[in-house]
């Protein structure tokens, strides 16, 4: 695939998972269909979650990455003002919400939206204890990974720049870092994605060793794939490589729902890998046509050329 190519199918890939996760939030997995009858529309006489928003509707998850699109091809860099901006757009007027409509906000991100309009700067918006490391900040960070054309140094950089504006505790900042290296490898096609990407980031936290000791003690990336579909980061994110060790989109996508609870979070996370790693033409049909907010996509140029780079900032 061309880089556009690429973008679009990481971008499409999230908001495809994200929007079949919606209907089946917060339940158990033994509260939920079987795993081949999963669908971006449930079974006749599943009481879905959220049954006043349309099938097809991406939640928190993907206006967030879109916020973060639409930064990186404003701005062509990561900027830190420029992005809070939009996450308090979204918040406020449903900027990039399909509708205008937003809902399944977390309290983290809630709370440090909050913290912004009060007048703390994006480096201490975030909040940092150790109980606040949900997955607000790992969902919405694909598009790093995908528009930026910066070294892994400075895509590790402002992955974790862009996770401190509302999840600043480094355990949140790792998971972020690492997903970006992650999904940065599958578009390169490297044999082993995950773990060049380990060995990469494992290098460059060395000089680091606070980061190092959260990674080994906390993220343990060398861990087999293990999940249970939780808000808590780490989770999200192994439940992620849990989902996309089936053989295809689809299969992906009914995999991470499977686990339960946070189904439309950890099918966003794991969809943007699985676009890329498949491509769009892998993405069923019937989803695609689906997808609401096409007009939002449109304006993105998702459906158009995208642009060749975003640098980092110095």
Known sequence: MSLREHIRAGMLGLLVGDACGVPYEFRRPDELPPMDALDMEPPQGFLRTYAHVPLGTWSDDGAQALCLFASLLACRQYHAHDFASRLLRWH???????????????????????????????????LSGERNNGNGSLMRSLPLALLHRGDDVALVVDAQRQSKLTHKHPRSQICCALYCLWARREWQRHPNPWADAVDTLRGLYRVNPGFTRELEEHVRPDEPPAGHGSGYVVDALHSARLACEED???????????????????????????????????????????????????????????????????
């Not at 919400?97 to 939206?113: C, E, K, L, P, W």
Request: proline fraction near 3%.
């Open 92 to 126: 406020d007027k449903g900027y990039l919400a399909v509708d205008n409509y937003v809902f399944d906000i977390g309290n983290q991100t809630s709370v440090s939206i909050a913290r912004l309009k009060k007048g703390l700067v994006t480096s201490d918006s975030g």
């Open 248 to 314: 295809s989109y689809e299969a992906i996508i009914k995999r991470a729902i499977s686990l339960g609870h946070d189904t439309d979070t950890t099918a966003c996370i794991a969809g943007g890998i699985a676009g890329l790693r498949h491509g769009v033409e892998s993405i069923p049909e019937k989803w695609l046509q689906r997808l609401r907010g096409k007009d939002i996509l449109a304006m993105l140029g998702l459906y158009e050329a995208l642009p060749e780079t975003v640098e980092s900032q110095p």
